[in-house]
């Protein structure tokens, strides 16, 4: 029966010293991100803003490839937009993810959040990272 208990424990110890020394995952938000213009191809007036291009480096840690779940969102003044949970393949390591979110934004500075969840799990975020809004 000790032996039992033993190995339960010894097993224990080393699967969380394992969990323990993993890289984390981590998700952060770049400081720049670009604004989305297109000319009105009927009337050929000034730009219309579409939204915002943002630039999320994510890493679900060591191990096979798998997928994550990314939604960033943005707030400039009275606009809030969020691109929901849009789904990428992970490598396994470090990645770069470029992605939209739409709304009439407008060059500035601009406050977003990006949420990240790793085979299913919620991992990590970063709340409130100000970002400037370039052309």
Same mark, same amino acid.
């Given at each position: 029966? %000790?032996?039992?208990? #033993?190995?339960?424990?010894?097993? @224990?110890?080393?699967? #969380? &010293?394992?969990?323990? @020394?993993? /890289?984390?995952?981590? =998700?952060?938000?770049?400081?720049?991100?670009? #604004?989305?213009?297109?000319?009105?191809? =009927?009337?050929?007036?000034?730009? *219309? !803003?579409?939204? =915002?291009?943002?630039? =999320?480096?994510?890493?679900?840690?060591?191990? /096979?490839?798998?997928? $994550?779940? #990314? !939604?960033?969102?943005?707030?400039?003044? /009275?606009?809030?937009?969020?691109?929901?949970?849009? $789904?990428?393949?992970?490598?396994?390591? %470090?990645?770069? *993810?470029?992605?939209?979110? +739409?709304?009439? +934004?407008?060059? &500035?500075?601009?406050?977003?959040?990006?949420? @990240?969840?790793?085979?299913? @799990?919620?991992?990590?975020?970063?709340?409130?990272?100000? *970002? %400037? *809004?370039?052309?």
């Amino acid at each position: 029966m %000790r032996h039992r208990i #033993l190995a339960v424990v010894v097993t @224990l110890i080393f699967a #969380l &010293g394992t969990v323990v @020394l993993a /890289d984390p995952p981590t =998700v952060t938000i770049e400081q720049e991100a670009t #604004l989305d213009q297109f000319i009105d191809p =009927v009337f050929g007036g000034p730009p *219309i !803003n579409m939204g =915002v291009i943002v630039t =999320v480096i994510v890493n679900c840690g060591d191990g /096979d490839p798998s997928g $994550f779940e #990314l !939604n960033v969102g943005v707030r400039q003044g /009275d606009v809030v937009g969020e691109t929901g949970g849009v $789904f990428f393949f992970s490598t396994g390591g %470090r990645q770069e *993810i470029t992605t939209e979110v +739409y709304g009439p +934004y407008d060059v &500035g500075t601009a406050s977003a959040t990006a949420v @990240l969840a790793c085979q299913g @799990l919620l991992e990590g975020m970063e709340l409130g990272q100000t *970002i %400037r *809004i370039s052309e």
